[in-house]
């Protein structure tokens, strides 16, 4: 069964600074991986997806991530945080061949402070 | 605009009454999914449906149902034998069900459901 984790439930940083949000994944086959992004009392807003192309990925908002099978990480970085970027942080995975079932982490809430 | 659309917002529920959350998507996407959030575990799927009239169970089930007679609708009932029931629940829809890179997974803004 492929499952994820996500290091850290909160992670602070100052405005500036750089973001590393770290998401490593254990899954049987080749997986595709996604990072979502959780505003207070809002849904999930896909921030960028990771399908077996390019293994550096860049999304919304100035984030990325980098695919690196050898560690089994997806892990999210932006290189200056911005107060409008606190947040809760989703990582997830799917299978390959069942692309339309994912496994979420439990999250890390970021904290952006001045 | 398109989207989906989830209500109500917030929900009371009293002890052994079944109550009943709407999901409506205008996107024309063949797959639907219920989502259930609870403060530090993540999302977990409770149901999903690949295409008009037909559903699966996901991981947590017990005490839910679904209906998918309308492709835009994938209402979820919570019956009084979920014995937890408050949390954030999430309905979400993709174009279609299977492994293309493309078929994102979109989510609605959620509803909170309080039992009381």
Redesign the interface.
């Known amino acids: 069964a492929q499952s994820v984790t996500q290091l850290g439930?909160h992670v602070s940083v100052s405005e500036g600074a750089l973001v590393l949000l770290r998401c490593n994944y254990s899954s049987s086959v080749p997986p595709?991986l996604f990072w979502?992004v959780q505003y207070p009392?809002?849904?999930?807003?896909?921030l960028l997806?990771y399908?077996?192309?390019a293994t550096l990925v860049k999304g919304i908002n100035g984030f990325e991530a980098e695919f690196k099978k050898s560690e089994t990480s997806f892990h999210l970085t932006k290189p200056s945080a911005h107060m409008s970027d606190a947040a809760e942080y989703?990582c997830a995975v799917s299978d390959?061949?069942?692309?339309?079932?994912?496994t979420?982490?439990?999250?890390t809430r970021l904290q952006v402070t001045l | 605009d398109g989207g989906i659309t989830q209500s109500p917002k917030y929900l009371f529920r009293k002890e052994g009454q079944n109550v009943t959350l709407s999901c409506e998507q205008n996107l024309n996407h063949d797959a639907m999914y219920w989502y259930r959030q609870d403060p530090g575990q993540g999302l977990r799927l409770i149901y999903y449906s690949q295409i008009v009239n037909d559903f699966q169970k996901g991981d947590i089930a017990e005490g839910y149902s679904v209906s998918r007679e309308k492709k835009e609708s994938f209402p979820l009932t919570v019956t009084s034998a979920q014995k937890n029931p408050t949390a954030f629940y999430l309905c979400a829809s993709s174009p279609r069900w299977g492994e293309l890179p493309g078929n994102t997974i979109y989510f609605g803004e959620g509803s909170w459901l309080t039992v009381v």
């Open positions: 439930s595709y979502y009392n809002q849904g999930l807003q896909l997806k399908t077996s192309a989703f390959a061949g069942t692309a339309s079932k994912l979420f982490g439990t999250g």
